[in-house]
Protein backbone atom coordinates (compact mmCIF):
# COMPACT_ATOMS: atom_id res chain seq x y z
CA UNK A 1 0.00 0.00 0.00
CA UNK A 2 1.27 3.65 -0.74
CA UNK A 3 1.28 5.66 2.17
CA UNK A 4 -0.56 9.18 1.68
CA UNK A 5 1.34 11.71 2.86
CA UNK A 6 -1.04 14.70 4.42
CA UNK A 7 0.35 18.37 4.20
CA UNK A 8 -1.19 21.34 7.20
CA UNK A 9 -0.68 24.68 6.38
CA UNK A 10 -0.12 26.50 9.92
CA UNK A 11 -1.13 30.28 10.29
CA UNK A 12 -0.27 31.96 13.39
CA UNK A 13 -1.99 35.61 13.51
CA UNK A 14 -3.08 38.70 15.66
CA UNK A 15 -5.91 40.90 14.48
CA UNK A 16 -5.77 40.11 11.00
CA UNK A 17 -8.69 40.24 9.29
CA UNK A 18 -7.95 42.56 6.89
CA UNK A 19 -4.98 39.95 4.92
CA UNK A 20 -6.73 36.68 6.51
CA UNK A 21 -8.86 35.37 3.77
CA UNK A 22 -6.51 36.13 0.71
CA UNK A 23 -3.60 34.15 2.71
CA UNK A 24 -6.39 31.23 3.38
CA UNK A 25 -7.67 31.47 0.12
CA UNK A 26 -4.24 30.26 -1.21
CA UNK A 27 -3.85 27.37 0.91
CA UNK A 28 -6.32 25.76 -0.41
CA UNK A 29 -3.96 22.88 -1.56
CA UNK A 30 -3.25 21.66 1.72
CA UNK A 31 -5.41 18.86 3.41
CA UNK A 32 -5.91 20.96 6.69
CA UNK A 33 -5.31 25.06 8.29
CA UNK A 34 -4.72 25.70 11.54
CA UNK A 35 -4.70 29.19 12.14
CA UNK A 36 -3.92 29.95 15.85
CA UNK A 37 -5.54 33.26 17.24
CA UNK A 38 -3.63 35.23 19.51
CA UNK A 39 -5.58 37.74 21.61
CA UNK A 40 -7.94 38.56 18.39
CA UNK A 41 -10.64 40.96 19.42
CA UNK A 42 -11.24 42.05 15.56
CA UNK A 43 -13.01 39.63 12.79
CA UNK A 44 -10.24 37.64 12.37
CA UNK A 45 -11.38 34.18 14.06
CA UNK A 46 -14.61 34.01 11.99
CA UNK A 47 -12.71 34.69 9.02
CA UNK A 48 -10.51 31.31 9.88
CA UNK A 49 -13.84 29.63 10.76
CA UNK A 50 -15.42 30.40 7.05
CA UNK A 51 -12.51 29.10 5.24
CA UNK A 52 -12.75 26.06 7.31
CA UNK A 53 -9.38 26.65 9.51
CA UNK A 54 -8.85 24.18 12.49
CA UNK A 55 -8.99 27.58 15.40
CA UNK A 56 -6.58 27.63 18.48
CA UNK A 57 -7.99 30.72 20.25
CA UNK A 58 -5.73 31.77 23.23
CA UNK A 59 -2.91 33.88 24.93
CA UNK A 60 0.41 33.66 23.88
CA UNK A 61 2.63 36.69 24.71
CA UNK A 62 5.70 34.32 23.16
CA UNK A 63 6.06 33.33 19.58
CA UNK A 64 7.64 30.29 20.06
CA UNK A 65 4.90 28.83 22.40
CA UNK A 66 2.00 29.97 19.59
CA UNK A 67 3.76 28.50 17.07
CA UNK A 68 4.59 25.03 19.24
CA UNK A 69 0.67 25.32 20.35
CA UNK A 70 -0.38 25.61 16.17
CA UNK A 71 1.99 22.46 15.25
CA UNK A 72 0.50 20.20 18.02
CA UNK A 73 -2.82 21.33 16.53
CA UNK A 74 -1.21 19.97 13.22
CA UNK A 75 -2.28 16.50 11.93
CA UNK A 76 0.05 16.69 8.60
CA UNK A 77 2.55 14.41 8.47
CA UNK A 78 4.36 18.20 6.86
CA UNK A 79 3.39 21.76 7.44
CA UNK A 80 3.81 24.48 5.47
CA UNK A 81 4.22 27.61 7.78
CA UNK A 82 2.74 30.89 6.35
CA UNK A 83 2.41 34.73 8.29
CA UNK A 84 -0.97 36.72 7.42
CA UNK A 85 0.71 39.18 5.29
CA UNK A 86 2.03 35.92 2.84
CA UNK A 87 0.51 34.68 -0.24
CA UNK A 88 1.71 31.21 -1.71
CA UNK A 89 1.14 31.39 -5.32
CA UNK A 90 -0.12 28.20 -7.50
CA UNK A 91 3.68 27.31 -8.49
CA UNK A 92 4.83 26.90 -5.18
CA UNK A 93 2.06 25.28 -4.12
CA UNK A 94 2.83 22.49 -6.91
CA UNK A 95 6.43 22.64 -5.83
CA UNK A 96 5.47 21.97 -1.93
CA UNK A 97 3.01 19.26 -2.75
CA UNK A 98 5.81 17.41 -5.20
CA UNK A 99 8.49 17.75 -2.33
CA UNK A 100 6.81 16.20 -0.04
CA UNK A 101 5.84 13.28 -1.89
CA UNK A 102 8.98 12.48 -3.44
CA UNK A 103 10.45 10.60 -0.50
CA UNK A 104 12.42 13.52 0.82
CA UNK A 105 15.85 12.29 2.63
CA UNK A 106 15.52 15.28 4.37
CA UNK A 107 13.22 16.79 7.14
CA UNK A 108 12.92 20.32 6.41
CA UNK A 109 13.03 23.19 3.18
CA UNK A 110 14.02 26.42 2.85
CA UNK A 111 12.11 28.71 0.93
CA UNK A 112 12.70 31.69 -0.76
CA UNK A 113 10.82 34.61 0.00
CA UNK A 114 10.05 38.00 -2.62
CA UNK A 115 9.89 40.79 0.05
CA UNK A 116 7.77 44.00 -0.97
CA UNK A 117 7.54 47.26 0.62
CA UNK A 118 4.50 48.52 -1.39
CA UNK A 119 4.63 47.39 -4.68
CA UNK A 120 8.05 47.55 -4.89
CA UNK A 121 9.91 44.09 -4.96
CA UNK A 122 13.06 44.34 -2.53
CA UNK A 123 15.14 41.63 -3.13
CA UNK A 124 18.41 42.47 -1.33
CA UNK A 125 19.60 43.68 2.04
CA UNK A 126 17.28 42.29 3.83
CA UNK A 127 18.79 40.55 7.40
CA UNK A 128 19.65 41.85 10.53
CA UNK A 129 16.42 40.91 12.66
CA UNK A 130 14.87 43.10 10.39
CA UNK A 131 13.85 40.86 7.37
CA UNK A 132 15.01 37.61 5.24
CA UNK A 133 14.69 36.11 2.10
CA UNK A 134 15.01 32.63 3.01
CA UNK A 135 13.58 30.94 5.74
CA UNK A 136 12.67 27.38 7.20
CA UNK A 137 9.04 26.73 6.30
CA UNK A 138 8.19 23.15 5.45
CA UNK A 139 8.88 20.80 7.90
CA UNK A 140 8.04 17.41 8.69
CA UNK A 141 5.43 17.85 12.14
CA UNK A 142 7.90 17.87 14.93
CA UNK A 143 10.89 18.45 13.14
CA UNK A 144 11.17 22.09 14.28
CA UNK A 145 11.23 23.95 17.64
CA UNK A 146 11.25 27.68 18.28
CA UNK A 147 13.04 29.17 21.71
CA UNK A 148 11.12 31.15 24.33
CA UNK A 149 11.04 34.86 22.82
CA UNK A 150 8.69 37.20 21.85
CA UNK A 151 10.09 38.26 18.04
CA UNK A 152 12.02 36.21 15.97
CA UNK A 153 12.57 33.43 18.23
CA UNK A 154 15.54 31.21 17.77
CA UNK A 155 14.51 28.03 15.57
CA UNK A 156 16.16 24.02 15.24
CA UNK A 157 15.84 21.59 13.25
CA UNK A 158 15.84 17.78 14.40
CA UNK A 159 16.87 16.55 11.06
CA UNK A 160 18.95 17.09 7.86
CA UNK A 161 18.02 20.29 5.32
CA UNK A 162 16.06 17.92 2.23
CA UNK A 163 16.88 20.74 -0.16
CA UNK A 164 15.78 24.57 -1.39
CA UNK A 165 12.48 25.25 -3.44
CA UNK A 166 12.70 27.85 -6.20
CA UNK A 167 9.69 29.67 -5.99
CA UNK A 168 9.24 32.22 -4.01
CA UNK A 169 6.94 33.53 -0.92
CA UNK A 170 5.24 36.79 -1.98
CA UNK A 171 5.40 38.65 1.46
CA UNK A 172 3.91 41.84 1.76
CA UNK A 173 6.44 43.29 4.65
CA UNK A 174 5.35 46.61 5.05
CA UNK A 175 2.80 49.00 3.00
CA UNK A 176 5.10 51.85 3.08
CA UNK A 177 7.99 53.73 4.51
CA UNK A 178 5.58 54.77 7.81
CA UNK A 179 4.81 51.40 7.73
CA UNK A 180 8.56 50.08 8.03
CA UNK A 181 9.13 52.66 10.67
CA UNK A 182 6.17 51.45 12.79
CA UNK A 183 7.58 47.63 12.42
CA UNK A 184 10.58 48.90 13.79
CA UNK A 185 9.03 49.95 17.09
CA UNK A 186 7.44 47.38 17.44
CA UNK A 187 9.73 44.38 17.13
CA UNK A 188 12.13 46.70 19.66
CA UNK A 189 9.84 46.63 22.00
CA UNK A 190 9.37 43.36 21.96
CA UNK A 191 12.48 42.40 21.86
CA UNK A 192 13.77 44.81 24.91
CA UNK A 193 11.35 42.80 26.99
CA UNK A 194 13.09 39.87 26.21
CA UNK A 195 16.36 41.26 26.90
CA UNK A 196 15.21 43.02 30.35
CA UNK A 197 13.91 39.78 31.38
CA UNK A 198 17.17 38.33 31.34
CA UNK A 199 18.03 40.13 34.08
CA UNK A 200 20.99 41.24 32.93
CA UNK A 201 21.70 45.27 31.88
CA UNK A 202 22.29 45.28 27.54
CA UNK A 203 25.57 47.28 27.11
CA UNK A 204 25.30 49.69 24.65
CA UNK A 205 28.11 50.48 22.69
CA UNK A 206 28.78 46.51 21.93
CA UNK A 207 25.23 46.73 20.57
CA UNK A 208 26.05 50.34 18.91
CA UNK A 209 28.74 48.12 16.89
CA UNK A 210 26.85 45.07 16.44
CA UNK A 211 24.29 48.05 14.70
CA UNK A 212 26.93 49.29 12.63
CA UNK A 213 28.35 45.76 11.50
CA UNK A 214 24.38 44.75 10.80
CA UNK A 215 24.06 47.52 8.69
CA UNK A 216 27.13 46.95 7.03
CA UNK A 217 26.53 43.88 5.93
CA UNK A 218 22.86 44.75 4.92
CA UNK A 219 24.14 47.14 2.82
CA UNK A 220 27.34 45.83 1.48
CA UNK A 221 27.29 42.05 1.95
CA UNK A 222 24.21 41.62 0.80
CA UNK A 223 24.01 44.30 -2.17
CA UNK A 224 21.09 46.74 -0.19
CA UNK A 225 22.80 49.33 -2.33
CA UNK A 226 21.72 48.36 -5.20
CA UNK A 227 17.75 48.55 -4.28
CA UNK A 228 18.54 52.38 -3.64
CA UNK A 229 16.71 54.08 -1.28
CA UNK A 230 15.13 51.58 -0.06
CA UNK A 231 17.80 49.47 0.35
CA UNK A 232 19.86 52.11 2.09
CA UNK A 233 16.74 52.63 4.87
CA UNK A 234 16.12 48.98 5.27
CA UNK A 235 19.95 48.48 6.10
CA UNK A 236 19.66 51.38 8.49
CA UNK A 237 16.59 49.98 10.25
CA UNK A 238 18.70 46.78 10.97
CA UNK A 239 21.39 48.98 12.15
CA UNK A 240 19.12 50.50 14.54
CA UNK A 241 17.23 47.69 15.82
CA UNK A 242 19.94 46.57 17.98
CA UNK A 243 20.62 50.38 19.72
CA UNK A 244 16.83 50.50 20.43
CA UNK A 245 16.42 47.64 21.62
CA UNK A 246 19.21 47.98 24.12
CA UNK A 247 17.91 51.45 25.00
CA UNK A 248 14.54 50.46 25.35
CA UNK A 249 15.36 47.49 27.80
CA UNK A 250 17.69 49.59 29.79
CA UNK A 251 14.47 52.08 30.37
CA UNK A 252 12.32 49.08 31.25
CA UNK A 253 15.35 47.79 33.93
CA UNK A 254 15.40 51.39 35.41
CA UNK A 255 11.67 51.81 35.74
CA UNK A 256 10.68 48.10 37.38
CA UNK A 257 13.70 48.86 39.93
CA UNK A 258 12.32 51.80 40.79
CA UNK A 259 8.73 49.71 40.87
CA UNK A 260 7.27 52.01 38.22
CA UNK A 261 6.02 49.03 35.72
CA UNK A 262 7.46 49.96 32.18
CA UNK A 263 5.66 51.76 29.25
CA UNK A 264 6.54 49.55 26.84
CA UNK A 265 4.39 46.72 29.26
CA UNK A 266 1.34 48.45 29.25
CA UNK A 267 1.57 50.03 25.20
CA UNK A 268 -1.60 48.15 23.15
CA UNK A 269 -0.29 45.58 21.15
CA UNK A 270 0.05 47.37 17.47
CA UNK A 271 -0.96 45.86 14.29
CA UNK A 272 -0.02 46.51 10.28
CA UNK A 273 -2.43 49.00 8.96
CA UNK A 274 -5.81 47.48 8.23
CA UNK A 275 -6.54 47.98 4.92
CA UNK A 276 -4.51 45.84 2.33
CA UNK A 277 -3.26 48.12 -0.38
CA UNK A 278 -3.25 45.81 -3.34
CA UNK A 279 -0.85 43.21 -2.64
CA UNK A 280 1.53 41.28 -5.44
CA UNK A 281 0.31 38.42 -7.72
CA UNK A 282 1.93 35.01 -6.65
CA UNK A 283 3.00 33.12 -9.10
Not at 11 to 31: I, P, Q, T
Not at 45 to 53: D, P, T
Request: aromatic share 8%; glycine share 12%.
Amino acid sequence: MVRVVRLSGLVCVHNEEARLAECLGRLSFCDEVVVVADRCTDGTEAIALRYGAKLVSGSFPLEGPRKTAGVEACGGDWIIEIDADELVGETLASEILIAIHTAPAGDYFQIPVDNYVGDTLVRRGWGGSFGTSLVGRLYRRGAKHWKEQRVHPGVTFDGPLAGVLTTPIIHVVDDDIADMVARLNRYTDLRALDLADAGEKPALWDNVFRGFRRFAKCYWGREGRKEGELGFLIALMAGLYPVLSCLKAREILKRRATGGGALIELRPRLNKATQRKGAPRAA
